[in-house]
């Protein structure tokens, strides 16, 4: 019977974008077998000082090495770290200035490795930092809640997300999952995952603000919770989003979650929509969150 491969036990603690953070053991943030893909999930702060840390390196191990052998470089100071340095630094970037140049055959042949290093750094960051900026981005607006209200006389979840491009979305497809705590007849504890289905989940075209309606009815999963036990089973939203960007010519997407705290219930969006003195259509994205108490209603069970 074959063993299981061998796993460090690191303890990796994960920001994910939902604001659902987790840990992993046995897996590591810093996956250096990976490195393509550790190099486009960095954060921009770590991508940008591991470059430069790199190119201190190369600079770095070239210059000692030019220092290994005195008399290499020609107009150098014998010994003296910060010409190597320069030499090196203007070596890695195929620029020569004339003053200082490899002066025997060790000369070249390092100097000569140095450039083929440096072409082959400048292809790769170069390659790294296209795909970086390449990488489309959905730029969708959430609400700060989720509010449940009546709509047509039955309790519903509403979730109101805008467009912040100022383009056009178009094929735009929305999912929406309950994340549930449950326990089993067994005692065992486990999370799972429901979808709530929306009354509509996919729209032609998106060019302001969209609200998202799930019916509380007798066939949805929040059916058996009121706002207490909402809370108690910590149900956290899981909202997901793909459209088509006209002006990117690609397929973006976002993902949003919301906490149980999140959930508002007796509360209603207020309108983002409006109409200018000459009749244009106007989305104010600034008022995307604003929520008020519904009226005459007092709070809102979530059982119809």
């Not at 796993?7 to 603690?13: C, K, M, P």
């Not at 943030?29 to 390196?57: K, V």
């Not at 960051?125 to 509010?147: C, E, H, Q, W």
Request: proline fraction near 6%; include cysteine; charge should be negative.
């Amino acid at each position: 019977m074959a063993k299981p491969p061998h796993t460090a036990r690191a303890t990796h603690i994960i920001q994910s974008p939902t604001g659902l953070d987790f840990s992993k053991i046995g897996v590591t943030r810093f996956d250096l077998s990976d490195p393509y893909h550790l190099a486009l999930t960095a954060r921009w702060p770590t991508f940008i000082a591991a470059i430069l840390c790199f190119y201190g390196l190369i600079t770095s191990a070239f210059a000692l090495l030019y220092l290994a052998l005195p008399g290499s470089i020609s107009n150098a100071r014998p010994g003296a770290f910060p010409d190597a340095l320069f030499f090196s630094i203007e070596t890695l970037a195929t620029v020569g200035y004339g003053e200082m140049a490899p002066a025997d055959l060790y000369g070249h042949l390092v100097s000569s490795a140095e450039i083929v290093c440096g072409m082959a750094f400048t292809a790769i960051m170069t390659g790294l930092l296209f795909v970086r900026f390449s990488k489309p981005k959905a730029r969708i607006v959430y609400a700060d809640n989720a509010v449940i209200t009546r709509h047509n006389g039955v309790p519903t979840l509403m979730l109101r997300i805008g467009n912040g491009r100022a383009t056009l979305l178009a094929d735009v497809k929305v999912g929406l999952n309950a994340l549930v705590r449950e326990t089993s007849r067994e005692g065992h504890g486990i999370r799972r995952v429901q979808e709530l289905h929306l009354v509509r989940a996919a729209l032609p075209l998106f060019p302001l603000t969209l609200i998202l309606m799930h019916v509380i009815d007798e066939h949805s999963p929040l059916a058996a919770f009121d706002h207490e036990s909402l809370m108690a089973a910590d149900i956290r939203l899981l909202l997901t989003v793909e459209a088509r960007d006209p002006g990117l010519g690609a397929i973006v997407y976002d993902l949003k979650s919301y906490a149980p705290a999140d959930i508002l219930p007796g509360m209603h969006f207020v309108d983002t929509i409006s109409q200018d003195d000459e009749g244009h259509i106007v989305g104010d994205l600034t008022r995307i969150s604003l929520i008020a108490p519904d009226e005459g209603e007092g709070e809102v069970a979530l059982q119809p």
